[in-house]
């Protein structure tokens, strides 16, 4: 026999849901609000991650435009002043007198020959009112009035923007030579000229066709300190590297020459005869091995020979000689 289900009636009563206890009413007394639950905050900030990017990468950029803003009244500001300093600087050129325009006092000639066979003559004009020490140096040599000349010396080094000469000898028969006029080869008082000639004349001072006495080597090394015992005590002396200019070698650029700059004292510049100059510019010479690790070793080490072969570089196979020279009337 199937028993029929039975049916299980609940009670009457309704469902109370259980109720939720609000937070008490903050004290009068309470000066910051409490912070709200963790699940209240969720249910506050329903943004999606799509929401956050977008406003994180609209606030960001806000951010950037100021700055950029920012940024731009600042170079804005930045370029008035430095027009107004380079408007300044400009005014103080215009009234500095441009060293390329100055006029020669004086004109001296040199015949030259390549081998042998005379290829012209070279006339250079001196500064004497602007450089008046190594201009009296130089036209005293080439004269002859301080007891040696350039007649019979060569042009020692070949440069692709310029020629050197290689002057008088500090020893030997120049030196003696030299001593009898009374003469000094010494170059110290054309160091002082040197450098207000430096510091008036802005810009590369040995430009094209410019002509220089060299006096002074700024690839010198300082004087080296040693211990020397005078008199009982113990002092520091220094000791020389190497031996300065005598003043009496000179350059002529081919092209506008900046690394002369540091070491020359422009005394006048070519006005006859450039071509004599570009021809002694195309003379072989002895091709620079510096970059062979030889070479470097070498002269790390002080290797005398390294010494004599740098001093053999860019000399040219030819002879290039100083036949006559002389002061033009």
């Known amino acids: 026999m199937l028993q029929t289900p039975r049916v299980l009636q609940s009670s009457p009563q309704p469902f109370n849901p ?17 912070t709200p639950p963790f699940p209240i905050l969720k249910q ?14 609209s606030c960001l950029l806000l ?7 920012d940024g ?37 000639f040199f015949d030259i020959s390549i081998d042998g066979e005379p290829v012209g003559r070279i006339t250079i004009g001196l500064y004497g009112d602007d450089v008046p020490l190594g201009v ?10 301080a007891g040696i000349s ?10 692709p923007s ?22 000094d080869l010494a170059a110290d008082s054309l160091v002082d000229e040197w450098e207000r000639a430096y510091e008036r004349c802005p810009g590369t001072k040995n430009v094209a066709g410019s002509v220089g006495i060299i006096v002074r080597d700024p690839s010198k090394p300082p004087p080296k300190l040693k211990l020397v015992a005078r008199k009982g005590k113990l002092e520091i002396d220094e000791e020389e590297v190497g031996t300065d200019p005598n003043g009496t070698e000179f350059v002529i650029a081919t092209k506008d020459s900046p690394e002369l700059d540091t070491s020359s004292l422009v005394i006048g510049r070519v006005v006859g005869g450039m071509e004599v100059v570009q021809r002694i510019g195309q003379v072989k010479t002895v091709q620079e091995n510096t970059s062979s690790p030889y070479f470097r070793v070498a002269k790390l ?14 000399r040219p196979y030819s002879k290039v000689v100083v036949t006559n020279c002389g002061i033009m009337g």
């Open 18 to 34: 259980p109720t939720r206890t609000s937070a008490p009413p903050p004290s009068s007394f309470q000066l910051s609000p409490t």
């Open 44 to 57: 506050q900030c329903r943004l999606s991650r799509r929401e956050l990017t977008i406003y994180s990468n």
């Open 63 to 69: 951010l950037l435009g100021a700055q950029a803003v």
């Open 72 to 108: 731009t009244k600042a170079r804005a500001e930045e370029n008035v002043t430095n027009t107004s300093n380079s408007d300044q600087q400009g005014e103080n050129l215009n009234t500095t007198p441009s060293c390329t325009e100055r006029e020669p006092t004086k004109r001296v």
């Open 136 to 145: 009296d140096r130089f036209s005293k040599i080439v004269s002859g009035a």
């Open 150 to 159: 350039y007649r019979r010396k060569e042009f020692v080094k070949i440069m």
């Open 162 to 183: 310029y020629v050197q000469h290689g002057g008088l000898r500090s020893y030997g028969v120049d030196a003696e030579l030299a001593k009898k006029t009374g003469s």
């Open 301 to 314: 080490i002080g290797d005398k020979r390294a010494v004599v072969a740098e001093r053999g570089f860019n």
